[in-house]
């Protein structure tokens, strides 16, 4: 860079040299080269700047500087403002940006400065990313009126904005209405289509678009992979992973990661191994799916073995692959190896500051049975969000610590943390098992009322566990009748059983009536149940029956697991 400087005066050259210090992210560099510029009197060249500007907007701390050199441009142009722009709204600033856009528009910076299509995109950009939807709209309006409405990469945002806001119908018309479309405004409306759970007309789309010869690309197949994933359609995936072979881009690391991906989520983790293992440049990301496909099938050794070999290979870890380890540890109840994740998460100072790594290693401690640690990782952290409330209180709860469990919620309400479905169902689960019925009763009526969270099974079955173990039989079943949703055969195995354990055996013969008119009635719960109250009032016909009944239905039995790892100190 030195020979350049000191050998050469043109502007163009000092323009592009700025522009690399701002995409390398060096500031010591760029004001050097700055420095140079006002020495060689090349700072009122408008090109140099505009990269200065630029180079400025990029940091928060130096976007001082890009405002006075703004405003000593002698002859601002419309790249002028749109660095000023692309800058304010980088840094989350969009109300300011859209304020220069008016100022421009009124004619500001001079009569020749309008906005071009550069200026929409970087706007309507922010409005996508901070959920601007009525700005979003007036932007539109505002392209048409200026007759940018037809400019590709214009209607390429719009659809993409649209898509984002749920606004499919306005994002289809963009779309359908495009003069010229190319391979991003297709790969922008299947995406649209298939993140909004459209998987059809996400599909449809693709059919079109390889009738009308359009060429596909990476980000088609892993849209089109991960819509298969959602629906967990096997016989599709397998179609598209052909389509992938054909184009040669089966070694590609994001559609690999895709593939790997789609056959975890329809249960076919030796496909995905295979995709795996043919992927000729494995990277973090490729390792990180196969981590988590292991995890979600409940494989967690086999995740954690993965990681073994992450390490020999010298593959740098991400926080997905922390997240990943951090999981497997929980699911296989390695408290030992859970403890040698957590002393590389306190090490590394990116890991460290995670809130959602944080939140992992509250709920591993927790179903690991080491509230303590559970604890002091909650206490330690620098920031807490509703997810890290509710892994210590659900922590709290599983760990049979009901009034520690109230205790902290009462602590996220005082804080002005907003309680989800999820917190609910912890604290409700805690009285349950802590037989703190008042309590509980009252939580399920400020969450429904207050709230306005919707009861789901999960919550109700808490309040009927709750009231049933208590002996409020009545009380149990008169809830049952006015739940928001149709009781499941749990919900009514809860009710039965009580009925046997608190004595009220005509009551339980009762029910079983109503328990045997579920579609769930093939469960093995259910003949169980049944036939134990049968028992208790010494119907032993009835027993014999019901449990010739099961073989002869073949009754679903979920099998139990168990996995321990004792922690030596």
Known sequence: MRSVVTSSNDPFIYASLIKACNKARVSIEGKSVHCHVIRLGLDHNVNVLNSLVSFYMGSADLMSYAAVLFDRIPERSVVSVNCMISGHVGRGHLDVGLRLFLEMMSGCFGSNVRPNYVTFVILMSGCIEFGRRGTGSALHCCCCKIGLDCNTEVCNVLIDLYCKLGLLFDAARVFREMPEKDLISWNTMIT???????????????????IEDIGVDRVSFSCLLSACAARKDLRLGRMIHAHVKVTGLESNISVGTALINMYAKCRRLDYAREVFDGLPNQS?????????????????????????????????????????????????????????????????????????????????????????????????????????????????????????????????????????????????????HAGLVEEGSKLYDIMYEVYHVKPEIQHCGCVVDMLARAGRIEDAEMFIRKMPIKPNGLIWRMLINACRVHGRVNLGLDLVTGIKELDTCHESGDFVISSNIFAEAWRWGDVISERSLMVIQKARKLAGKSSISYLTE
């Open 192 to 210: 649209g289509y298939a993140s909004s759970g459209d998987f059809t007309r996400a599909f449809s789309l693709f059919r079109k678009m390889r």
């Open 284 to 432: 973090i990301e490729s390792w990180n799916s196969m981590i988590h496909a292991y995890i979600e099938n409940g494989l967690a050794r086999k995740a954690l073995k993965l990681f073994d070999q992450v390490k020999s290979r010298e593959l740098e870890p991400d926080e997905v692959t922390i997240l990943g380890l951090i999981m497997a540890c929980r699911d296989a109840g390695e408290l030992n190896r859970g403890i040698h994740v957590h002393s590389i998460v306190e090490n590394n100072e990116l890991f460290k500051k995670s809130m959602v790594l944080g939140n992992a290693l509250i709920d591993m401690y927790a179903k690991c049975g080491s509230m303590e640690k559970a604890k002091a990782v909650f206490d330690t952290m620098p920031e807490k969000d509703v997810v890290s409330w509710t892994s210590i209180i659900v922590g709290h709860a599983i760990n049979g610590e009901g009034d520690e469990s109230l205790v902290t919620f009462r602590k996220m309400f005082d804080e002005n943390f907003v309680p989800n479905s999820i917190t609910f169902l912890g604290v409700l689960s805690a009285c349950d």
